[in-house]
């Protein structure tokens, strides 16, 4: 017979999708506005008159910010509750949007995409918190898939989004529209959160904080320089990743020794929370950096305009979209090392199309090969953060979900950083024009994609197409290193749970209670 406790237990209650509709709110804000902000970059160096180099720092502020931030949360999470922590997060995100939507300065933008980006640090740490604390054990993998659509479809729609605002109104809108969506999030927040209870308050690590927050910031500044600067040895790219570096290490022996350090790595302890981030890490590096490249393939190789190149990566987000609900419920009842390799064996067989790319390699096949990386990703990531976070006890897991979405800041900054500096060395190797002089930029390369006929009309064709073989060449070659990292990511994979995973002390109560409840 069935059991009707353990049926309550599993079942999805109005309550719980309550939350984690907030919790979606908040993630789509956050992720989407990232991925819609990459594409407004041309549109602010005309607007403001500025460089590359500088608005690029409306990206890089932010992921500052969100590294600056994020420590913070698990610690913040305890002592004032999720909730209200939450809905500060939310407030900070949608008036740092308004505010970005009023700059006449590109100085002003960026000073205001540091207060988006303090806000939108705490959401997915947070959103992660909630949902884990309201599923339980026994659910968290179908409630985890729920947060995992924004989070595989934000780099998809994101372009698609920004390319329509841009093109048909103005850059003013990529910010504005998070008004409505912010204003709505904090309502439904406001009704659906249950009220946070009184805990007692713990001490605050302020000693980690000087030492865990800056170095983290510095990391990643020297990171996001690495492709701007062209190479490892400019100052301002080993010297930040060197004291940042220094600092988190210092972070990591001091860790141990206060009972409520500000990033609480003693959780390392637990095996299979260990080989879950680990896989998780090497996995965010892999596929997020290399993932940035496609639509700057269909930019710069195919002339398509920024809407175009985003609706072009839609089969992904189709492909996520129809395995994403099964992976969830599989992740609740079949341990992830039995289901993660075959979805990441989809992944690694559509990115090898990619390192076979040519000038006019098909759309068709290109299309199929992200619809099958979409079916793998679907499976892959968000089970892999179940494995990572079921296993923890309820008084742990707001620190563990902060631990977690660190380790995605880190490896997706890698990721990037490495990525972009392979591809701008491949394009610089020679000429696109033989005997020109400089070589050409990444900039000049997409305008001439964008402006083939054009060119064709002055250049010789024969010239012309060979220069767009080799730009293809240059991304091809560029995706066997990301195909390269994507089958490195089996080895952690091998190590993922096998075996039906043992519930943490004091979760039984926590899963079958009629009342989810998210706060200490």
Known sequence: ??????????????????????????????????????????????????????VAWTM??????????????????????????YMVALALFTIGSGLCATADSIGQLIGWRVVQGLGGGMLMPL???????????ERIGRLMAILGIPMLLGPITGP?????????????????????????????????????EAHPSESFDFLGMLMLSPGLALFLFGVSSWPEA???SATKVWLP????????????????????????????????????TIT????????????????????????????????????????????????GMLADKVPVGRTVPFAMALIAAGFFTFTQVTADTSYWLLCGSLFVMGLGMGGTMMPIMTSALKTLGHAEVARGSTLVNILQQIGGSIGGAVMSVILTRQLNESDLVPGSNPPVTEAQLAIAAQHSDQIKAQVPPPLFEKGLDFVAESFATTFWVGFALVLLTFIPI?????????????????????????VH
């Open 160 to 196: 698609i989004l920004g390319g329509w605002l841009i093109d048909d109104y103005s850059w003013h809108w990529i910010f504005l529209i998070n008004l409505p969506i912010g204003v709505v999030a904090l309502v439904y927040a406001a009704l659906a959160l249950p009220k946070d």
């Open 1 to 54: 017979m069935t059991n009707p406790t353990a049926t309550a237990s599993t079942k999805i209650d109005a309550a719980v999708l309550k939350i984690a509709g907030v919790v979606v709110l908040g993630a789509i804000m956050s992720i989407l506005d990232i991925t819609v902000v990459s594409v407004a970059l041309p549109t602010f160096q005309t607007e403001f008159n500025a460089s590359y180099a500088t």
């Open 241 to 276: 990743m060197l004291i940042g570096g220094l600092l988190v290490i210092s972070f990591v022996f001091y860790s141990f020794k206060p009972a409520h350090p500000l990033l609480d790595l003693r959780l390392f302890r637990n095996r299979k929370l260990t080989i879950a």
């Open 230 to 232: 062209g190479t490892f």
């Open 127 to 137: 959103g992660m918190t909630m949902l884990t604390r309201a599923a339980g054990p």
């Open 494 to 518: 091998a190590f993922l749970p096998r075996k039906k995973e043992p519930k943490a002390a004091g979760d039984d109560a926590a899963a079958g209670a009629a009342t989810p409840v998210i």
């Open 280 to 327: 998780l890490f090497v996995f965010i590096i892999a596929f997020m950096g290399a993932g940035l490249l496609f639509p700057s393939y269909f930019l710069q190789v195919g002339g398509e305009s920024t809407l175009h190149a985003g609706l072009l990566m839609a089969p992904q987000g189709i492909g996520a979209m129809l395995t994403m609900p099964i992976a």
């Open 60 to 85: 890089t502020g932010y992921t500052l910010a969100l590294a600056t931030v994020i420590p913070l949360t698990g610690w913040a999470a305890d002592r004032f509750g999720t909730k209200r922590l």
